[in-house]
T-cell receptor, first 114, second 110 residues
Framework: EAQVTQNPRYLITVTGKKLTVTCSQN?????MSWYRQDPGLGLRQIYY???????DKGDVPEGYKVSRKEKRNFPLILESPSPNQTSLYFC?????????????FGSGTRLTVV | DQQVKQNSPSLSVQEGRISILNCDYT??????FLWYKKYPAEGPTFLIS?????DKNEDGRFTVFLNKSAKHLSLHIVPSQPGDSAVYFC?????????FGTGTKLQVIP
């Protein structure tokens, strides 16, 4: 089944403790992206990757890192999480950017930083 | 600078009637416009798209209209069904960047 898999689905952590949210897609998509969803703000792009070893900042990259060493994986790293990073996170992929293909989204990771 | 705006946070429609969801954008350089549907506890699902060179695209009960002069996008759902109750996001896809609106919560009343 074609899908984007995120782990974990739920995570509660403490301020400053490094964490990684994994994302993997099995569709050989070039383009992958991370979004956070907050009430009243919709989906805001954190980082995106157009292909292996090619990443760039989205609208809200502060406090986050990403890497794209393989085509299928695009982990999101929070080096020192803070409470304002409490949010619902989505990973998404598409065959290529600037197209009408549409994203395939993961099921989301609800992160709480206390 | 919010480039994509959905000014109606919610909408209620009777089953069988038409649902019209609206979206305004500011940047004329977008090449593609897309609509996504999101149920609680799930990721958004791609619904329908339209190229900037077209003004209408239809897929079953869903039709998207693009008015470039007004920088306005709308999604029509006819007839509306209770299973259509969800949050709908419009999005624009320009080179390297996809921008989402804030979403409209649609409730279809049986």
């Amino acid at each position: 089944e074609a899908q984007v898999t995120q782990n974990p689905r739920y995570l509660i952590t403490v301020t400053g403790k490094k964490l990684t949210v994994t994302c993997s897609q099995n569709m050989n998509h070039e383009y992958m992206s991370w979004y956070r969803q907050d009430p009243g703000l919709g989906l805001r792009q954190i980082y995106y990757s157009m292909n292996v070893e090619v990443t760039d900042k989205g609208d809200v990259p502060e406090g986050y890192k990403v890497s794209r060493k393989e085509k299928r994986n695009f982990p999101l790293i929070l080096e020192s999480p803070s409470p304002n990073q409490t949010s619902l996170y989505f990973c998404a992929s598409t065959l290529r950017g600037n197209s009408n293909y549409g994203y395939t989204f993961g099921s989301g990771t609800r992160l709480t930083v206390v | 600078d919010q480039q994509v705006k959905q000014n109606s946070p919610s909408l209620s429609v009777q089953e069988g009637r038409i649902s019209i969801l609206n979206c305004d954008y500011t940047n004329s350089m977008f090449d593609y416009f897309l609509w996504y549907k999101k149920y609680p506890a799930e990721g958004p699902t791609f619904l329908i798209s339209i190229s900037s060179i077209k003004d209408k695209n239809e897929d079953g009960r869903f039709t998207v209209f693009l008015n470039k002069s007004a920088k306005h996008l709308s999604l029509h759902i006819v007839p509306s069904q209770p299973g259509d109750s969800a949050v709908y996001f419009c999005a624009t896809d320009g080179y390297q960047k996809v921008t989402f609106g804030t979403g409209t919560k649609l409730q279809v009343i049986p």
